[in-house]
C-alpha cells in the first residue's frame, strides 16, 4: 500500500485517466494450486542444492546421507505433482485451462 501523498496522487490520477478494470480475486484451487507448486518448486530447489554439494562430497557417511536424503525429495516432490495432478482433475475448469497450457 502506498501512504506517500505524492504516490496516492500519482495512483489516483492512473486510476481517473485509465480506468483500469478490477482483476477478480483468484478463486480457492488456484490458490491451492500456487500454493502445492510453490511447495513443489522449493523442495526441487532443495534437491538442486544437495545434489550440488553431493557432487563436492568426499566423505561416505556425508554422501550416503545426501543420497539417502535426495531419494527423500524425489519422493516427497513425487507425491506433490500427483496432489497438483489430483486437484487440477477435480476442477473441470482449471483441467480446461490446465489442457490448453
Do not use: C
Not at 1 to 15: E, V
Not at 26 to 36: I, T, Y
Not at 65 to 85: G, Q
Amino acid at each position: 500500500a502506498k501512504t506517500d501523498p505524492l504516490d496516492a496522487r500519482m495512483l489516483s490520477d492512473y486510476g481517473r485517466r485509465y480506468n483500469p478494470e478490477a482483476e477478480p480475486a483468484p478463486s480457492e484451487e488456484v490458490e491451492r494450486l500456487q500454493s502445492l507448486a510453490g511447495h513443489r518448486d522449493h523442495l526441487v530447489e532443495m534437491r538442486a542444492a544437495l545434489k550440488k554439494h553431493l557432487a563436492e562430497a568426499f566423505d561416505e557417511a556425508v554422501i550416503a546421507d545426501l543420497e539417502e536424503t535426495i531419494a527423500f525429495l524425489d519422493t516427497r516432490i513425487k507425491a506433490f505433482e500427483s496432489r497438483i495432478a489430483e486437484v487440477i482433475r477435480q476442477n473441470q475448469d482449471t483441467a480446461r485451462d490446465h489442457a490448453l497450457m
